[in-house]
């Protein structure tokens, strides 16, 4: 099992950026594909970035292409969100995730979760 913990959320007006951290708990962090989704208001939660055990393929929704990275340092157990160029449309819940599985979109491919980080981008 892995326990996640997001930060790094925040209110940030149009343009700016954030980066979000998940730190994981638990054993073989390495082993697991890790993802972020967010979920806005009235909406279901929904496929950000992800990222396989190593590092070495990234996936990202079109929505984010070219202005967000996922990275992950294994030796401290954590995953990164790099957000530049934020857009109010960008506002929502967003939540780290994790599974041994292939690295993928589904929500329904994570079995462990963080409690999630507030983004509020302002106009």
């Known amino acids: 099992q892995v326990q996640l913990v997001e930060s790094g959320g925040g209110l940030v007006q149009a343009g700016g950026s954030l980066r979000l951290s998940c730190a994981a708990s638990g054993r073989s962090f390495s082993s697991y594909a890790m993802g972020w989704f967010r979920q806005a208001p009235g909406k279901e939660r929904a496929f950000v970035a992800a990222?396989?055990?190593?590092?070495?393929?990234?996936y990202y929704a079109d929505s984010v292409k070219g202005r967000f990275t996922i990275s992950r340092d294994n030796a401290k157990n954590s995953v990164y969100l790099q957000m530049n160029s934020l857009k109010p449309e960008d506002t929502a819940v967003y939540y780290c995730?994790?599974?041994?599985?292939?690295?993928?979109?589904?929500?329904?491919?994570?079995?462990?979760w963080g409690q999630g980080t507030q983004v509020t981008v302002s106009s």
């Open positions: 995730a994790a599974d041994l599985g292939t690295v993928g979109g589904l929500v329904t491919s994570y079995a462990y």
């Open positions: 990222i396989n055990w190593s590092g070495g393929s990234t």
